[in-house]
């Protein structure tokens, strides 16, 4: 018996017909998309950072941005510029339906995040607009309804004061952002006030005389603008007498000193010109009955 194990012409058509056109679709399919998607990321990727990224450096600096609010722009945008460069590249491979379902995966993640941190997010967007507005700045000393202190160090989240008994507050930036902060150090010269008390019998322009004076021989109160004093109460005990003043490059260690400095300067030079600062008398009466 003769057993005939070959194949004719005919049958081997098809199969090499078969494996052509298997090896084109997994070109055409596959790999030309994949070389297509890799290439696209790389350009757009180098694009953004080579250009894009150091042009927004660039215009932020110029218009004086903190360096805070300038590293925070170049990481949003990085991350702005990897999202474009996957998009783009699934794009020109064809492969539009990936980014409709990562588009709704992002957005149900983003979602979620946004319901489980929505306290920690409103203190991120705070710090934002804190860097961006500067309504203070590191080393300003601030007052909020919380407390006050030196601002040192401002972050995304949150603000770190020093107060003035050395000790550190940390401060979420949603407290900040929606309360109102007095910046007392915001310009180059700050105003105070004091009320010197006098007796009723004294003569009111000669104490003010006195006051003015020893305000303009303190050589850290401003001549200009010049110190000036107004009656503004009667009290029970003396007659107010309101002394402003203005101090140059303000600062809380400053005005303390200086205001201080003054007062005892004023206090003795009263007691010098005998002007009376009468402090409150107090008379109790009444009887006391006594029985056997």
């Known amino acids: 018996m003769i057993l005939n194990f070959g194949l004719d012409s005919g049958s081997m058509v098809p199969l090499q017909a078969n494996n052509t056109l298997t090896t084109s679709s997994v ?6 998309p994949a070389a297509l998607f890799l290439v696209t990321l790389v ?17 932020l600096k110029e218009q004086g941005h903190d360096p805070a609010v300038r590293s925070l722009a ?10 474009l460069a996957i998009a783009l590249a699934f794009t020109v491979a064809g492969f539009e339906g990936v980014i409709a379902a990562f588009g709704v995966f992002a957005g149900a993640i ?24 500067r309504p203070f700045t590191v080393g300003d000393w601030i007052e909020w309804s919380g407390g006050e202190g030196q601002v040192e ?20 930036n949603g407290d900040l952002a929606n309360d109102a902060v007095k910046n007392p150090v915001a310009y180059d010269k700050l105003r105070q006030k004091f009320v010197f008390g006098i007796g009723y ?7 003010k005389d006195v006051i003015l004076d020893e305000a303009r021989q303190h050589n850290e109160i401003l001549a200009d603008p010049a110190p000036d004093i107004r009656v503004t109460e009667l009290a029970d005990s003396y007659v107010g007498l309101q002394t402003r003043f203005w101090i140059g490059e303000p600062g ?13 300067a004023v206090k003795e030079r009263l007691d010098a010109e005998a002007i009376d600062m009468p402090y409150p008398v107090r008379t109790l009466e009444g009887s006391i009955e006594l029985s056997e």
């Open 27 to 32: 070109v055409s399919n596959y790999v030309i």
């Open 43 to 59: 350009v757009v990727y180098l694009i953004g950072r080579s250009v894009l990224i150091p042009l927004l450096t660039r215009v």
């Open 74 to 83: 170049e990481n949003i945008a990085g991350v702005l510029v990897w999202v």
């Open 110 to 133: 983003v979602l979620a995040i946004g319901f489980a941190a929505q306290e920690l997010l409103g203190n991120f967007v705070a710090g934002i607009f804190i860097l961006k507005d």
């Open 153 to 172: 160090d401002i972050d995304l989240r949150v603000t770190r004061v020093r107060t003035f008994d050395n000790e550190r507050i940390t401060v979420p």
């Open 201 to 207: 019998d004294d003569d009111i322009d000669h104490a």
């Open 252 to 264: 809380r260690g400053n005005f303390t000193r200086i205001r201080s400095e003054l007062v005892q």
